[in-house]
């Protein structure tokens, strides 16, 4: 079955620097790779998504690449601000999600 | 308002007394899945349903039952728990299974002493 590791597993970053976070999977056949944000209560949200028909979306801040040969995909978030503070998941689809192990972020003042 | 609605949010119980973690959803959304989360394990799914009568297991389902006897609920049953269900548990909702966005619950967290 797919399997999705999730790096690093705690992330410190001086407000205003960019984080970056990466994740590989194993099936090829895997077509769907979303990001989730959990902030502290509550459950996970989506904030960006992408398609294996792209290489690169980007949404303001925030920024995900993917690349099928290598089977991995990156997080980007620029600018970090204190509201970036949370858990990030990666997931790969399509057939059932399946979730990386999470990224606590945190922004330093 | 879309929204997938869990309850209880926190509940404290003992071993072997059953009880069942309400989940509705109001998007009409066809999957509805649930999950438990526990520290540097990330989300793992218990079980899935991709419509009315029709479930299925995830990766962690011993211990829990479900049923899906209408599109909008999804409820979670453990019969006889155990301290190892002890959890945060997630109910998620999405119109195409694992290639569209899900929608969480805010969580349930199960405590069985």
């Known amino acids: 079955g797919e399997n999705v590791e999730q790096h690093p597993s705690t992330l410190s970053v001086q407000e205003g620097d960019s984080a970056v976070i990466k994740c590989t999977y194993s099936?090829?056949?895997?077509?769907?790779f979303p990001w989730y944000k959990q902030e502290l209560g509550k459950g996970p949200q989506l904030i960006i998504d992408?398609?294996?028909?792209?290489g690169e979306k980007k949404d303001q801040r925030i920024a995900v690449t993917l690349n099928k040969t290598a089977k991995h995909f990156s997080l980007h978030i620029t600018e970090t601000q204190p509201e970036d503070s949370a858990v990030y998941f990666c997931?790969?689809?399509?057939?059932?999600?399946?979730f990386g192990k999470g990224t606590r972020l945190h922004i330093l003042p | 308002e879309a929204q997938v609605t869990q309850n209880p949010r926190y509940l404290i119980t003992v071993t072997g007394k059953k009880l069942t973690v309400t989940c509705s959803q109001n998007?009409?959304?066809?999957?509805m899945s649930w999950y438990r989360q526990d520290p540097g394990l990330g989300l793992r799914q218990i079980y899935y349903?991709?419509?009315?009568?029709?479930?299925d297991k995830g990766d962690v389902p011993e211990g829990y039952k479900v049923s899906r006897k209408e599109k909008r609920n999804f409820p979670l049953i453990l019969e006889s728990p155990s301290p190892n269900q002890t959890s945060l548990y997630f109910c998620?909702?999405?119109?195409?299974?694992?290639?569209?966005?899900?929608?969480f619950g805010q969580g349930t967290r199960l405590t069985v002493v």
């Open positions: 998620a909702s999405s119109q195409g299974g694992g290639s569209t966005e899900a929608f």
């Open positions: 099936d090829s056949a895997s077509n769907y």
């Open positions: 992408i398609r294996s028909n792209v």
């Open positions: 997931a790969v689809g399509p057939d059932k999600i399946i």
């Open positions: 998007m009409n959304h066809e999957y």
């Open positions: 349903s991709m419509n009315v009568e029709v479930t």
